[in-house]
């Protein structure tokens, strides 16, 4: 079963310039998740796919990374992260490579950890009736929406006032989608049929889109 990671890292930022080449300790932020799927050591290809030049040649300095240029219509804000991935299956197919799972790294999901790929590497492979993953992280938080200057609940038959008499619920994060290619193929989805959820931590669930973000990755890392 061949399995691929693939990173895309456009780029431009709609919420900071640049945001995938921004260095954070002298490391562009998404070259850490190059080094993390390299250290995962489970991957048998990795991929970076983007438009620019300046990813493209920093992704070439580490042996085991294939780079895909993106075309400008798959680099706009407005992209699709399918649009991207389907690219980057049809350059592999052309070379002969032709993989059965495929996971999304997302730059801006810097902090997942070595663990977290192996554990969705195992669901997948181990659950054959799985059609795709997808990383989430449990919060006990009560959540709403503001409308016209008013507050209404979620849920808000199932609110308990305190924490600990609350059920969690589970937020969707970024860290890491599974997909079984035989599905992506069929259906164009990245997510859907039978989804594994697997359960991160809050560090994990990190998602850069700020400088405040930044910030705070500056001083973890």
């Not at 993390?36 to 300095?61: G, M, R």
């Not at 609940?153 to 305190?162: A, D, H, L, P, T």
């Not at 969707?172 to 164009?188: A, F, H, M």
Request: glycine share 4%; aromatic share 10%.
């Amino acid at each position: 079963m061949i399995k691929i990671a693939i990173i895309p890292a456009r780029g431009g930022s709609k919420s900071i310039k640049n945001k995938n080449i921004k260095k954070i300790k002298n490391i562009p932020l998404f070259v850490y998740s190059i080094r993390t799927a390299i250290k995962s050591n489970v991957f048998d290809y990795i991929i970076v796919s983007s438009d620019s030049k300046n990813i493209l040649n920093i992704s070439k300095k580490f042996k085991k990374i294939i780079c895909v240029k993106r075309p400008k219509k798959l680099s706009s804000d407005f992209a699709k992260t399918k649009d991207v991935i389907l690219h980057t299956l049809k350059f592999l197919n052309l070379r002969k490579i032709y993989p059965d799972l495929i996971y999304t790294l997302e730059p801006t999901s810097p902090l997942r950890s070595i663990s977290t790929i192996k554990k969705s590497i195992k669901a997948l492979t181990k659950n054959s009736i799985y059609d795709s993953l997808i990383s989430v992280v449990k919060t006990y938080s009560v959540f709403g929406q503001i409308y016209k200057n008013k507050y209404f609940r979620y849920f808000k038959k199932n609110i308990k006032r305190r924490r600990q008499d609350r059920k969690p619920i589970y937020k969707e994060t970024g860290t890491i989608w599974g997909t079984r290619v035989k599905y992506l193929q069929k259906n164009k989805k990245l997510i859907g049929g039978k989804i594994f959820p697997l359960i991160v931590s809050k560090e994990e669930d990190l998602d850069i889109n700020s400088y405040e973000d930044l910030s705070l990755f500056s001083k973890i890392v």
